[in-house]
C-alpha cells in the first residue's frame, strides 16, 4: 500500500523527491502518513479534498484484497 500512495502522489507533485510515505502497523490496522513539499499540499488535497478522498478510495479498494483497513493522512 506503501508504495501505491508514493507512486500516486509522485504523479500528482511538482517536486517528486519530497514525497515521504511513512507506514504504521497495528495488526491487520495500517496508517499510512504521505508527506509532501508544501507548495505540492493542495496538489494532493485536491477542491474541496476531492483529490484526497480519490487516494484514500483507491488504498481502500485494493486493502480489502488483504482483508486490512489502511488509513491515509496528509501531513
Given at each position: 500500500m506503501k508504495e501505491l500512495v508514493e507512486v500516486i502522489a509522485r504523479a500528482l507533485v511538482?517536486?517528486?523527491s519530497q514525497v515521504v510515505v511513512e507506514e504504521k502497523?497495528?495488526?491487520k490496522?495500517?496508517?499510512l502518513t504521505l508527506h509532501?513539499?508544501?507548495d505540492d499540499m493542495?496538489?494532493?488535497i485536491g477542491k474541496q479534498g476531492r483529490i484526497?478522498?480519490?487516494i484514500r478510495?483507491?488504498?481502500k479498494a485494493a486493502s480489502t484484497k488483504d482483508h486490512?483497513?489502511?488509513d491515509v493522512e496528509i501531513a
Open positions: 511538482d517536486d517528486p502497523r497495528d495488526g490496522d495500517i496508517t509532501v513539499a508544501p493542495g496538489k494532493v484526497a478522498k480519490a478510495s483507491v488504498v486490512t483497513h489502511v
